[in-house]
């Protein structure tokens, strides 16, 4: 990731990037004008400019984007300590250059690659989700990033692969928050195999047609729009297929509270609070919560995936 330009925040408005189209190209080209990227950038850039952004985000219901201050610092990154702030506060220690990321396992073809190789294997696309936590709040993110599916049908999965596990970094010289034991290091998530080659699930690699900052999970994160935020596993250095269902970290922290599926659903509740209302970052806090979709509000691309399950016994 050498060279990857930092962009004072100042310098932009993101809001504004979006009600201008010229502007949101000259901010993805930004992201593209390292020398690392640029391979990418010459024989895609093309592609870049017919990016279906306005688009998706007349999809998502018109709903308006976070702001790029909100989404950059209230985070959930207990590797560096367990308050919001605190990922903005810490997250600046670590180093992601160099940084690589290993697909093994039940595979025919193993990989272990750079994020910039990887990204430009795979075109890069924008997709806007909203990220809906646990705990009972949300935001609207405009994710860079590539389909896991693409990059799953490069290793080519073995008949014996079912589930995928992904595992973040453990380096607690660098991440502050891993000196504490509250949970086993490094941080582990897990998706069934079909969940994790679903169209609609990505490896974030930026937002805001910036690279990803890194209290969002730099160089390269899991986003997977109908779970809840915890599944979006960040820092990933290893992805592997695997046979058996893989335990999260919050399934060994709690399984009483925390399942496998962790799909958004307004019916189940967290043993401790409701789940059927959110309320949106950098709302006022007066103003009404929003009622929680099924599916965080793709039902219908992903309901398939579950039918016959009884969502009661496999959250
Ligand atoms: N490695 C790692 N990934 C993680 C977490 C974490 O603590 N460590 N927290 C999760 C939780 S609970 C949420 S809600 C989202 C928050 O993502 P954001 O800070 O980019 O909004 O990251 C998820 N990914
Ligand atoms: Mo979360």
Known sequence: ???????????????????????????????????????????????????????????????????????????NYYEFGTSKSDPHDHADLLKIDPWSI????????????????????????????????????????????????????????????????????????????????????????????????????????GLYGKVLPKQNGAPIRLVVPWKYGFKSIKAITKIRLVEKMPVSTWMKANSREYGFYANVNPEVDHPRWSQSTERRIGESLLAPRLKTEMFNGYQKEVAHLYQGMDLNRYF
Not at 114 to 126: A, G, R
Not at 135 to 147: A, F, Q
Not at 183 to 201: F, I, K, V
């Open 102 to 205: 290993s697909i093994e396992g039940s595979v025919a073809k193993p990989l272990k690659l750079d994020v910039d190789e990887l990204i430009k294997l795979i075109p890069i696309e924008e997709r806007i989700y909203r990220l809906r936590c646990v705990e009972g709040w949300s935001m609207v993110i405009p994710w860079v990033g590539i389909p896991l599916n693409s990059l799953l049908k490069k290793v080519s999965p073995t008949g014996n692969a079912k589930y995928v596990e992904f595992v973040s970094l453990k380096r607690p010289s660098e991440m502050i928050g891993q000196k504490d034991d509250m949970l086993d290091w490094p941080y582990t998530e897990g998706l069934r195999l079909d969940e994790a080659m679903h169209p609609l699930t990505i490896l974030a690699v």
């Open 1 to 75: 990731m050498t060279n990857i330009k930092k962009i004072p925040a100042s310098e932009i408005t993101p809001e504004h990037i979006y009600n201008d189209r010229r502007n949101f190209i000259k901010n993805l080209g930004l992201i593209l004008s390292s020398s690392a990227l640029s391979t990418f950038a010459n024989t895609s850039f093309g592609a870049l400019n017919s990016l279906p952004s306005f688009a998706q985000a007349k999809n998502h219901g018109n709903e308006k984007l976070t702001s790029l201050k909100d989404i950059t610092s209230y985070n």
